[in-house]
């Protein structure tokens, strides 16, 4: 008689792991790494050098002398975590202060919970925010974008106010005025910001990349930008004195950023497609009322990691139907 084998799961394979995933991220990273190296010069290399580092060395030395077990550092993950932070950081930031980040977003925000997969917050965002509730004034003191051929390589910067920081504090008035010359600048990445923000075009070129490769779902990033852009366009036709036009929303700031490549974190989001879609909303709506009414002139970073505290209840409430088992009948 023959008898069948009955193994555990997973019974479905793919070549697909955690590495390729990582790196994968990474190299959709990389224009915008590019272009941030173009108008900020060697402080964005060298903080993004630094970052990367400290979050691979925090993770080893943990690893080696505290959990002791299995080192993970070739995955890509923590280099990943170090690169996210450089690009949410002005690039004029202390060395030691980006150190201290990278320590935050490793210990606290990924190991201290055991590891790759089982933080429930984005390590990168958890060690941005630490260091803007710690060091509010380096944090928001930005460095104004200039192509190096104009100004040099190794030139210090010069500071400035971000787009979002001039709606803050001078009105909405000012800056729509400047129309879209101003926007163009935000596109291409000639304002002042996190430097890996700034330009909107190569992030949206390495989010075409992850989508087509199957990396990223394309719920989460279009559930926040249509929500942001409803949301500002309502508030815009309402006050068009008060409220900026919605397509500035979608480019200043981090948005692009944290859409694309933070709030599709597969450990920290929903793994159901409306759940996915509640969670962009979520996010969206936070950064909104951030945004026009909070203290803060931007509230990505504070939307998603809400947002990712919600994520276990809304993968509770939108629960996929288990494979076989019928649901009972409503009469």
Known sequence: M????????????????????????????????????????????????????????????????????????????????????AFNVPANLPIWMVIVGAVVAIGIGKMA??????????????????????FPTAMTTWPQAAPIFE??????????????????????????????????DMVLGNRGGAFGEVCAIALLLGAIYLICRKVIDIATPLSILLTVFIF????HLINPT?????????????????????ATDMVTSPMTTKGKILFGFGIGVITVVIRLWGAYPEGVSFAILIMNALTPLINKAFKPQVFGVVKPSKK
């Not at 008060?242 to 933070?262: E, R, S």
Request: aromatic letters at 12%.
């Open 2 to 85: 023959n008898k069948y084998t009955i193994s555990g799961s997973p019974h479905v394979h793919s070549t697909e792991n955690t590495q390729k995933i990582m790196y994968r991220v990474l190299l959709a990273l990389v224009p915008a790494l590019l272009v941030a190296i173009y108008y900020f010069g060697w402080y964005a290399l060298r903080l993004t050098v630094i970052s990367v580092g400290a979050c691979m060395l925090t993770e080893w030395l943990i690893q080696k002398y505290l959990i002791k077990g299995p080192l993970t550092i070739n995955d890509g993950s923590a280099a990943l975590t170090g690169l996210l932070l």
């Open 113 to 134: 919970f055991g590891g790759l997969g089982k933080n429930p917050f984005n390590p990168a965002l958890v060690g941005r925010v630490f260091m803007l509730v710690s």
């Open 151 to 184: 100004k040099g390589f190794f030139t210090d910067a010069v500071t400035g106010p971000t787009p979002l920081g001039i709606l803050k504090e001078a009105g909405v008035g000012s800056l729509a005025e400047a129309g879209d010359m101003q926007f163009i």
């Open 232 to 235: 500002t366009g309502i508030c």
């Open 242 to 262: 008060q409220y900026i036009a919605p397509w500035y929303h979608l480019v200043y700031g981090g948005l692009i950023l944290g859409a694309f490549f933070m």
